[in-house]
């Protein structure tokens, strides 16, 4: 009989060895057969999926040891590696991928304009622009991973339909110009979009642990890369509006109608085509940032609890809870980046335990936002706003309590780090299906207002 495979645990040995630089794509596919093989002999010989894992793992020696031989002997090649693709395939490859990446970002930022020729213009239409704003950027995108992964048909056909559905969302319903259920759908329909994309960048990998993983690892990286692309493209946009001033010429318009709105469509499509070029061969800066971050975010929530405590004051200002529900988001993120660059096998150390510290201090603001919530409604009724945040920071509550609840069970030694990785990637369909809610839902129940 066919040895069971414990796929999850090979899955993370494997990712902890590729974030090794020095490693290539042929040796850890090597490595892994080697350890396949190692896995399926002790099974055989009585020993369950988890303890063969830990038992071949650990014979298959020091990976950190055989990192730095690869380092030593082959200096030249990752040299090379950083300033090409490092997926194989050689320059030609590169520049192929380069070029369809910079081609569909094109289509984006054309697409951005393509409204315009049937008279909806920006100025005229925001609204239109608002909703929207996923359905320019997003399908180029899935495109790009579709030719990248080589979908097969049948995933094509289903995500070529959920985009057909969004589209009947943004634009089926008769919103109220700039009325909350409007925005509310701007803000909640690109997150089941971005699960679309999710499917095309995980492709047959998307039901397991570890394509969902990877898919959030590549956000993070993502959204990293897009900031720094917007840096840059705020510099540029500056420098050409005062050299052409300089001249005489006023280039405001076609700055705030053309540069800014067709670069940022693009800049989606260039940096997820830097994170796959460069993910290999450059440290994820994510999981980086989550461990700089977090006892930063941890201090400023214990300050918060001890300032709430000696003052007495809760807040009931809209914007305070708007800027706490995005620090908790922020929260969740650093959770789950810290998580991401972390080797499951070892005990838990200082660092995991001042994450629960902060998922702890976390779900006491939760629990004081929530009450804030619950006071509003309660003295000037429902709103379509003060639902979607009653909604928004229950789901949040809903994954840091299992968070919260693993740590202790890690701490207890009656679980491990992989079973947090399957946790807060089995958690994503509950975001989808509270953003299908706010987008379905609303409009009907609110009529449009």
């Given at each position: 009989m066919e040895t069971a495979l414990p796929e999850d645990r090979i899955g993370q040995w494997r990712r902890y060895l590729e974030r090794r630089k020095a490693v290539g794509a042929s040796d850890i596919a090597e490595l892994e057969?080697?350890?396949?093989?190692?896995?399926?002999?002790l099974g055989e010989a009585g020993l369950t999926p988890d303890e063969a894992f830990l038992v071949a793992a650990g014979r298959m020696g020091a990976l950190d040891a055989v990192c730095r031989e690869f380092a030593r002997e082959h200096s030249e090649?990752?040299?090379?590696?950083?300033?090409?693709d490092p997926d194989a395939g050689g320059a030609d490859h590169g520049r192929r991928d380069a070029?369809?990446?910079?081609?569909?970002?094109?289509?984006?930022?054309?697409?951005?304009?393509?409204?315009?020729?049937?008279g909806v213009t920006m100025d005229g239409a925001p609204g239109f622009y608002l909703r929207n704003a996923g359905l320019f950027v997003l399908p180029p995108l899935v495109l790009y991973f579709a030719w990248k992964r080589s979908i097969g048909r049948g995933m094509g056909l289903a995500l070529m339909g959920a985009f057909v559905v969004a589209a009947v969302l943004a634009n089926g319903f008769a919103f109220a110009p700039q009325g909350s259920t409007?925005?509310?759908?701007?803000?909640?329909?690109?997150?089941?979009?971005?699960?679309?994309v999710g499917m095309a960048y995980a492709a047959s990998r998307w039901r397991s642990v570890a394509g969902r993983m990877d898919f959030l690892r590549f956000s993070g990286e993502l959204f990293i890369y897009y900031v720094l692309i917007a840096l840059g493209g705020i510099v540029t946009a500056a420098f050409t509006a005062t050299i052409f001033k300089a001249a005489g010429i006023k280039v405001d318009v076609f700055l705030s109608q053309w540069l800014v709105p067709c670069g940022a469509a693009g800049a989606v499509i260039v940096g997820a085509w830097l994170v796959e070029a460069k993910q290999s061969v450059i440290?994820?800066?994510?999981?980086?940032?989550?461990?700089?971050?977090?006892?930063?975010?941890?201090?400023?929530?214990?300050?918060?609890?001890?300032a709430l405590v000696v003052t007495g004051r809760g807040f009931l200002v809209r914007?305070?809870?708007?800027?706490?529900?995005?620090?908790?988001?922020?929260?969740?993120?650093?959770l789950l980046y810290a998580i991401s660059a972390r080797d499951p096998l070892p005990p838990p150390g200082l660092f995991d335990r001042l994450q629960f510290t902060l998922i702890a201090s976390a779900l006491v603001v939760d629990g004081v936002m929530l009450w804030a919530i619950a006071a509003r409604i309660q003295e000037f009724g429902f709103t379509p706003n003060r639902i979607a945040g009653l909604g928004e920071n229950l789901v949040l509550l809903g994954n840091l309590v299992g968070s919260a609840v693993l740590y202790l069970r890690i701490f207890?030694?009656?679980t491990t780090f992989a079973a947090l990785e399957r946790w807060q990637t089995n958690y994503l369909p509950v975001y989808g299906a509270w953003a299908a809610v706010v987008c379905v839902a609303f409009p009907v129940i609110f009529h449009g207002s």
């Amino acid at each position: 009989m066919e040895t069971a495979l414990p796929e999850d645990r090979i899955g993370q040995w494997r990712r902890y060895l590729e974030r090794r630089k020095a490693v290539g794509a042929s040796d850890i596919a090597e490595l892994e057969d080697h350890l396949r093989t190692r896995i399926a002999a002790l099974g055989e010989a009585g020993l369950t999926p988890d303890e063969a894992f830990l038992v071949a793992a650990g014979r298959m020696g020091a990976l950190d040891a055989v990192c730095r031989e690869f380092a030593r002997e082959h200096s030249e090649r990752l040299w090379k590696q950083l300033v090409s693709d490092p997926d194989a395939g050689g320059a030609d490859h590169g520049r192929r991928d380069a070029g369809i990446a910079f081609a569909l970002a094109a289509l984006a930022a054309l697409a951005v304009k393509l409204p315009v020729l049937f008279g909806v213009t920006m100025d005229g239409a925001p609204g239109f622009y608002l909703r929207n704003a996923g359905l320019f950027v997003l399908p180029p995108l899935v495109l790009y991973f579709a030719w990248k992964r080589s979908i097969g048909r049948g995933m094509g056909l289903a995500l070529m339909g959920a985009f057909v559905v969004a589209a009947v969302l943004a634009n089926g319903f008769a919103f109220a110009p700039q009325g909350s259920t409007e925005i509310l759908t701007a803000l909640h329909l690109p997150i089941l979009l971005w699960l679309a994309v999710g499917m095309a960048y995980a492709a047959s990998r998307w039901r397991s642990v570890a394509g969902r993983m990877d898919f959030l690892r590549f956000s993070g990286e993502l959204f990293i890369y897009y900031v720094l692309i917007a840096l840059g493209g705020i510099v540029t946009a500056a420098f050409t509006a005062t050299i052409f001033k300089a001249a005489g010429i006023k280039v405001d318009v076609f700055l705030s109608q053309w540069l800014v709105p067709c670069g940022a469509a693009g800049a989606v499509i260039v940096g997820a085509w830097l994170v796959e070029a460069k993910q290999s061969v450059i440290e994820n800066m994510a999981p980086v940032l989550a461990r700089l971050f977090t006892p930063l975010f941890t201090a400023v929530l214990l300050s918060f609890l001890v300032a709430l405590v000696v003052t007495g004051r809760g807040f009931l200002v809209r914007e305070q809870l708007i800027g706490f529900d995005l620090l908790l988001v922020l929260v969740t993120g650093l959770l789950l980046y810290a998580i991401s660059a972390r080797d499951p096998l070892p005990p838990p150390g200082l660092f995991d335990r001042l994450q629960f510290t902060l998922i702890a201090s976390a779900l006491v603001v939760d629990g004081v936002m929530l009450w804030a919530i619950a006071a509003r409604i309660q003295e000037f009724g429902f709103t379509p706003n003060r639902i979607a945040g009653l909604g928004e920071n229950l789901v949040l509550l809903g994954n840091l309590v299992g968070s919260a609840v693993l740590y202790l069970r890690i701490f207890a030694g009656r679980t491990t780090f992989a079973a947090l990785e399957r946790w807060q990637t089995n958690y994503l369909p509950v975001y989808g299906a509270w953003a299908a809610v706010v987008c379905v839902a609303f409009p009907v129940i609110f009529h449009g207002s």
